[in-house]
């Protein structure tokens, strides 16, 4: 459902160490499990090589219950996930972590059949959504993750969505 007066809400920060990047992924997990909507939503981040989009994403899997190692998705593309959620009516949640980075054509998104995981209820992660192009939904939440002069992360988080507004800091 998009935003009633349809403009995007745009906040900014700053993570300062991994152990921001991490306090804010373990927040946003209480926000998508706490979300009217579940953990139905997509997250798309943005960022240079080396940003934190992945360290981003793997505290947040690990903040919503994903155990044992959280790979990067860069060579096999998405990496799927299920954990225990009381809200889902199976009593799980299905998250997909993609990477788009090594698509050379934004074809491939449609070519490796994602379609269907993106029409589904779960939580999609995606890094590099701009190499797909405009295949990809609109997102709920853009996370965009700049690196400083320092090792200061400047973020800045644009919801396109209710549901992306409710995962807001």
């Keep these: 459902m998009a935003i009633e007066d349809h403009r995007h809400i745009v906040k900014r920060m700053a993570w300062d160490s991994e152990a921001q990047t991490q306090a804010f992924a373990e927040a946003l997990a209480g926000k998508l499990r706490a979300s009217a909507t579940g953990a139905n939503a997509l997250i798309q981040l943005h960022g240079d090589l080396g940003a934190g989009k992945t360290t981003l994403a793997r505290h947040l899997l690990k903040a919503l219950g994903v155990t044992g190692r959280v790979k ?16 889902a009516a199976d009593g799980m949640l299905a998250i997909w ?13 449609e070519e490796a059949g994602f379609r269907d995981i993106f029409a589904s209820p779960g939580l999609k992660l995606v890094e590099w959504p701009e190499k797909a192009g405009s295949h990809l939904p609109p997102a709920d939440l853009d996370i965009h993750i700049e690196m400083l002069a320092s090792e200061t992360r ?3 988080l644009t919801a396109h969505t209710d549901a992306g507004a409710a995962l807001l800091p």
């Excluded at 990067?72 to 009381?86: F, G, K, Q």
């Excluded at 972590?97 to 074809?107: E, K, S, T, V």
């Design 72 to 87: 990067s998705p860069t060579y096999a593309v998405v990496e799927p996930y299920s954990v225990a959620d009381p809200a």
């Design 97 to 109: 972590h993609f990477d788009f980075f090594r698509f050379n054509d934004p074809d491939e998104w």
């Design 154 to 156: 400047a973020v800045t």
